[in-house]
């Protein structure tokens, strides 16, 4: 008897893993420069073609907006009957504390011709809507034309420059062949898409450390154990089946941060999304090795809320800091959640508008919570270092109000006097200012669209910067 349920249990993996959907092509590959370009498995045109069929491939997409565009035989259905009610799973080479996340993007064949030529929606992971998330980010890089490996020159659209560093490890050139990669130039060329922050942290000189993200986003988590089908919950931390990345087409959204339906979708794109040098480790690089479709089985479920506190500093001196946290539910942002804060060190507080002040010096940690779901919750520790010559700011800015929020047509600002009023697009761009602006200030915004927004107010003395929503 034992035999016989033993033999049924194979025989349904089997028959699970022959119906899998996994990339069956890869219409497009354009990396960035890296340390794994240009030499086997990872870095070569033909590295695309170890991603179909199965999760077991090599490709590097190099450092920030490197990329790859790749199709299953059928379109991924939107279902919300597949487990978590995610669509697909992505898998990398990221081990336990070493993340190098990449941007998924995904794409409907409206025109029905078979080619990633409509609309690219980004599926909005845990980092979408922080301040330091660069939407429409560009980067130049130039090639320093050297055999060997030479320090591959940069220039961002901001004016910021760099290089991405060679290393004594990987000898090859980083700057893309022009005789492997012919769509890119020999010159120059520039990569775009979404940028987030990783922070990189060395917890003693034998050990570095770049941690995963909450969710949404490739080469973050790493792989779980077979049916590769049956995809990890992306709402929690640990792996409980395939591990890798899983997605849900619902969290695409256009490009003014709305979220949108897809019912179904054809291509799918992973950008590497940071411009990091991890020291002797190279720079963070988002590497995949395969992908899989999730079948519909509505009886796998778990946890679908969690909250997402941006990343603290190592050390905050400035007697005050904004802190950020939005709370998800099935990967969705919950609009109007109200954050309660904790923190462990006496002489802190936390206003309405999310800003952390404080008295005294000490390391604290700093908890998030979602009111009315107290288990929801997040913690990240910093120092606090106290430098009284800013009280005076402190108390400036804690007397700004802005409200209400979220706003439909007047936006009204409190506690003012000669200041600066802009408001900003979630891509950064100004779209107006208010010079002079006075007590009790209205600002109207009906003309704006359904979407996410940065309030700046700046005084002599203080700048707040503030999110809030237009309906």
Do not use: C
Not at 98 to 108: A, D, L, T, Y
């Amino acid at each position: 008897m034992q035999k016989k349920t033993i033999y049924i249990v194979l025989f349904l993996l089997a028959f699970m893993s022959s119906r899998a959907q996994y990339i069956t092509e890869v219409p497009e590959y354009k990396p960035a420069p890296g340390q794994y370009i240009n030499v086997a498995p990872w870095g070569f045109p033909g590295s695309t073609h170890s991603l179909i069929g199965g999760i077991n491939g090599s490709l590097s997409l190099g450092s920030f907006g490197g990329y790859v565009v790749f199709r299953f035989e059928n379109p991924v259905e939107n279902d919300p009957d597949n487990p978590y009610g995610v669509d697909f799973t992505i898998f990398g080479n990221p081990i336990t504390d070493w993340s190098e996340p990449g941007i998924v993007w995904v794409m409907k064949d409206e025109n029905e011709n078979g080619l990633p030529d409509d609309t690219w929606y980004e599926l909005a992971g845990s980092e979408y809507f922080f301040s330091s998330t660069k939407k429409k980010y560009e980067v130049t890089y130039q090639n320093p034309k050297q055999a060997t490996a030479t320090d591959v020159p940069w220039t961002d659209k901001l004016g910021n420059t760099g290089t991405i560093v060679a290393n004594e490890y990987h000898g090859n050139p980083y700057y893309p062949l022009a005789d492997s990669f012919t769509t890119i130039p020999s010159e120059e060329y520039t990569l775009n898409g979404t940028f987030i922050d990783q922070k990189i942290e060395k917890p003693n000189p034998f050990t570095t450390n770049s941690y995963r993200k909450a969710f949404g986003y490739a080469d973050n988590q790493y792989r779980g154990s077979a049916p590769f089908t049956l995809p990890d919950n992306p709402y929690t931390p640990g792996v409980e089946n395939s591990g890798g990345d899983a997605f849900d087409i619902d969290w695409a959204v256009d490009e003014n941060g709305q979220y949108i339906s897809l019912d179904k979708i054809h291509f799918v794109k992973v950008q590497s999304a940071t411009l990091v040098n991890s020291g002797m480790l190279g720079e963070l690089s988002t590497e995949i090795t395969g992908a899989v479709d999730v079948p519909p089985d509505n009886t796998v479920s778990g946890p679908s809320k969690l909250i997402v506190l941006k990343n603290l500093p190592d050390t905050i001196n400035t007697n005050n800091y904004q802190l950020e946290a939005f709370a998800f539910e099935n990967g969705r942002l919950i609009n109007g959640a109200v954050i309660n804060w904790e923190i462990s060190l006496n002489g802190t507080s936390v206003n309405d508008e999310n800003l952390l002040t404080f008295t005294a010096s000490g390391k604290t940690m700093i908890t998030a919570s979602l009111q009315g779901n107290p288990e929801i919750s997040t913690s990240d520790s910093t120092v606090l270092v106290l430098n009284n010559s800013t009280s005076y700011a402190i108390k400036q800015i804690n007397k700004i109000k802005a409200y209400p929020n979220p706003a439909s047509d007047m936006l009204f600002i409190e506690g003012i006097k000669n200041a600066k009023i802009e408001i900003y697009n979630i891509r950064g761009n100004r779209l107006f200012i208010i010079e002079n602006g006075t007590q009790s200030q209205a600002v109207s915004v009906s003309h704006l669209p359904p979407g996410f927004y940065v309030l700046k107010v700046s005084t002599a003395k203080s700048i707040l910067s503030k999110r809030f929503v237009k309906k």
